[in-house]
């Protein structure tokens, strides 16, 4: 499974990001995926979690009510709706799959990784 993570950049405080995770080399809708987020001098974090329904979904304390994530099966892509942004969202978001489509929270579950995207939320 090869993932390509995409969409961060800089935003101001408030504002709205939605980045991408694009995947191949195996049926899409059979990979669970995991959005986690690392910020300097910090252990990477669970964000959120989409499983092989697009309605089974889980979010960090941290991000519930403010980010969505979602799935395209048509695109091979999940994204990451990030509203109401604060400067401690600034990280690396990373994309993580799991290709026998189970729930997972840690980074340590998680076999297949992308390679991150910059966001940065100026306060």
């Known amino acids: 499974v090869q993932l390509q993570a995409s969409g961060g950049g800089l935003v101001q405080a408030g504002g709205s990001l939605r980045p991408s995770c694009a995947a191949s080399?195996?049926?899409?809708?059979?990979?669970?995926v995991g959005w986690f987020r690392q910020a300097p001098g910090r252990e990477r974090e669970f964000v959120a979690f989409?499983?092989?329904?697009?309605?089974?979904?889980d979010y960090a304390d941290s991000v519930k009510d403010r980010f969505a994530i979602s799935r395209d099966n048509a695109k091979n892509t999940v994204y990451l709706q990030m509203n109401s942004l604060k400067p401690e969202d600034t990280a690396v978001y990373y994309c993580?799959?799991?290709?026998?489509?189970?729930?997972?929270?840690?980074?340590?579950?998680?076999?297949?990784w992308g390679q991150g995207t910059l966001v940065t939320v100026s306060s």
């Open positions: 993580a799959a799991d290709p026998y489509g189970r729930r997972l929270y840690t980074a340590e579950e998680y076999e297949y």
């Open positions: 080399g195996r049926t899409f809708s059979w990979l669970s």
């Open positions: 989409i499983g092989l329904s697009a309605s089974r979904t």
